[in-house]
C-alpha cells in the first residue's frame, strides 16, 4: 500500500525555521501539496508542486516565507518554512495525486488521494 511517510515537526520559537519532508513509498506521484489544519479549524492549502514540471503555488499567508521542493532521487518532498510564526502552529500534512490538476483545484483537499499522517508544528516563545 502507497504510503506518504511526514517527518521534521517541532516546537520552534517566532522567527525560526523547519524543514519538513514527504516521503512516498512505491511510487512517484505526479503531483505534491502540503496542508495544514490548526486547532478548531479547517484543513487549508499551503503550497503545490508538479513534482516533474517544477509549478509551485503557494498560499498567500506563507508565500515569500515557505518553499516546496523535491527530491527525485529519494522520492521526497519538503516543505523549507522560514520566519514562522505563532499563526502557523499546525498540524500540516503532505498530500499527492497520481494525475496533474488545473489551478483552480490545487487548494481543494477533495482533489487529493493520498495523505500523510501529519506532523505538528508549533511556533512559540
Known amino acids: 500500500q502507497v504510503q506518504l511517510m511526514e517527518s521534521g515537526g517541532g516546537l520552534v520559537q517566532p522567527g525560526d525555521s523547519l524543514r519538513l519532508s514527504c516521503r512516498a513509498s512505491?511510487?512517484?506521484?505526479?503531483?505534491y501539496a502540503w496542508f495544514r489544519q490548526a486547532p478548531g479549524k479547517e484543513r487549508e492549502f499551503v503550497a503545490y508542486?508538479?513534482?516533474?514540471?517544477?509549478?509551485?503555488y503557494y498560499a498567500d499567508s506563507v508565500k515569500g516565507r515557505f518553499t516546496i521542493s523535491g527530491d527525485k532521487g529519494e522520492n521526497t518532498v519538503f516543505l523549507q518554512m522560514n520566519s514562522l510564526q505563532p499563526e502557523d502552529t499546525a498540524v500540516y500534512y503532505c498530500a499527492a495525486r497520481v494525475n496533474r490538476l488545473v489551478l483552480s483545484g490545487i487548494r481543494s483537499r477533495e482533489n487529493y488521494a493520498y495523505w500523510g499522517q501529519g506532523t505538528q508544528v508549533t511556533v512559540s516563545s
Open positions: 508542486m508538479t513534482y516533474y514540471g517544477g509549478n509551485r
Open positions: 512505491d511510487r512517484t506521484f505526479t503531483t
